[in-house]
């Protein structure tokens, strides 16, 4: 029994290891996550949105991914990590998609959400972030069991890319809220949903 629940644990473990690495060697320069924490404004304001807007990708078969990204070792020396998602190009801007709301005549919300039917997790790549001063991005799935952020100003790069870490579920969420009077303009552009056939997270 103790035996089973070593195994168990190691190879969580090694999952966790292969998640990083993934990270890592997909998007070292973006993979940098400082978060300031609390609650997105919809959490405690639910009443005052309308339902999402939900953009929708092409419906994946995980067991055919499979076959394509065979599962292989790593490899230290060539730097590879075990591929657990699928990238899928996005178009998505905080100018062409998703919705705004004003809120108390204080803060302006814009919410957008991406489903990728099938995947055990997903993540977003923006090759474009820039966040003013007053900017808060925040990230969580469907149910908002699990909400990352707030990501803010501190998050700028000089190279402006940005990458999620994936969130479990086939809905991915993004929450921008900024105060009304923020004269700085927000640049998101997201250009790849990274859709999960391998479920990383199963323990």
């Known amino acids: 029994m103790l035996l089973v629940k070593k195994k168990k644990s190691m190879h969580c473990f090694i ?27 919809s959490s405690v304001n639910e009443a005052k949105f309308d339902s999402i807007e939900v953009v929708s990708v092409l419906p994946q078969n995980n067991r055919a991914l499979k076959s394509v990204y065979a599962p292989a070792p790593v490899s230290p020396s060539k730097n590879e990590a075990l ?13 062409n998609s998703g919705s705004w709301t004003m809120v108390d005549d204080t803060t302006l919300v814009w919410r957008l959400a991406f489903q990728s039917k099938g995947a055990y997790s997903l993540s977003l790549l923006f090759d474009k972030f820039v966040m003013p001063p ?49 004269t700085v303009k927000p640049i998101l552009s997201i250009s790849q949903l990274n859709h999960d056939f391998l479920n990383v997270f199963k323990s």
């Open 15 to 41: 999952k966790i290891i292969l998640l990083l690495l993934f990270l890592c060697s997909s998007l070292s320069p973006a993979i940098s996550q400082l978060s300031k924490g609390g609650l997105p404004f």
């Open 83 to 95: 591929k657990f998602a699928h990238p899928l190009p996005l178009y998505n801007t905080i100018e």
């Open 134 to 182: 007053s900017g808060k991005l925040f990230v969580y799935n469907s149910d908002k069991s699990t909400i990352l952020g707030a990501f803010t100003k501190l998050n700028n790069r000089d190279d402006s890319l940005f990458m999620t870490a994936p969130i479990a579920g086939d809905i991915i969420c993004l929450e921008y809220t900024q105060s009304l009077s923020e």
